[in-house]
């Protein structure tokens, strides 16, 4: 991995809008396409009104960043998007003793050395619904996503549904491999391994992601690569161009 670069600084607090945060985590590696791939990582932190966090897909956590993180109110949500995102609950949640963990379809089975309180459904939790929406993209027994949008910024929040790596932090090494997988930025998309899973489903998958581009998201926040600040919808309509026109 040394050819891989951070998005520097990692593991602490960067402003998104009023009440909603992301953090850009280390550097992973995940298995793909018969190789051990970098992938960068990234959380995302919402303030709901009463104060408490919503921890979204939860990165690294360093004494600096509880720091941080305790100075903006109190950690009560650590939410699992999907079972591949649920590695740092464990450590935060031992931080954090009381906040609630939330388990993402299926991620029980994966996870089963973290204990979680309680299951997302397809429908917001009435402790974040006047805040965040949600929806679940429904896959094959390999992959589904809870997908949320924070209402008052516009912003949608995805984990792996799409990934958008850029050439010059992942290395030549893993260009290639990137750009056939169909996760190489600026055309970032849901890679193929996973588009696979949805292949069976693609009219519900469809009609998941018709509901998000509903929603008109200014912004898109990715779990890994560049994020989107700006013309989230459009970017939406595009990276999902494998499922039809939108």
């Given at each position: 991995m040394k050819d891989a670069k951070l998005y520097e600084p990692i593991n602490t607090l960067k402003y998104v809008d009023e009440n909603i945060w992301?953090?850009?985590?280390?550097?992973?590696?995940?298995?793909?396409?018969?190789?051990?791939?970098?992938?960068?990582?990234?959380?995302?932190?919402?303030?709901?009104?009463?104060?408490?966090?919503?921890?979204?897909?939860?990165?690294?956590?360093?004494?600096?960043?509880?720091?941080?993180?305790?100075a903006l109110g109190r950690v009560w949500h650590l939410v699992s998007p999907n079972k591949i995102h649920y590695a740092y609950i464990g450590q935060w949640g031992e931080v954090y003793p009381d906040a609630i963990k939330w388990a993402s379809p299926?991620?029980?089975?994966?996870?089963?050395?973290?204990?979680?309180?309680?299951?997302?459904?397809e429908e917001p939790d009435s402790a974040w619904a006047e805040e965040i929406d949600q929806v679940i993209v429904h896959g094959s027994r390999f992959m589904d996503e809870v997908v949320f949008l924070h209402k008052p910024s516009h912003t949608l929040i995805l984990a792996d549904l799409i990934e958008n790596f850029e050439a010059d932090k992942i290395g030549k090494k893993y260009e290639l491999l990137a750009r056939l997988g169909g996760c190489l930025d600026p055309d970032g998309k849901t890679p193929f391994d996973?588009?696979?899973?949805?292949?069976?489903?693609?009219?519900?998958?469809?009609?998941?992601?018709r509901q998000i581009i509903t929603w008109e998201p200014n912004r898109v926040i990715l779990a890994h690569g560049r994020w989107y600040p700006e013309n989230g919808t459009e970017e939406l309509k595009r990276a999902f161009r494998w499922l039809g026109k939108f």
């Open positions: 992301i953090v850009d985590g280390p550097i992973i590696q995940m298995q793909a396409y018969g190789t051990n791939i970098p992938f960068p990582t990234r959380m995302t932190v919402i303030r709901l009104t009463n104060g408490d966090l919503f921890i979204h897909s939860p990165t690294h956590l360093t004494n600096e960043l509880k720091a941080e993180i305790d299926r991620v029980r089975e994966r996870a089963k050395n973290i204990v979680f309180d309680r299951d997302l459904s996973l588009r696979l899973t949805f292949w069976g489903r693609k009219a519900q998958t469809r009609e998941a992601i």
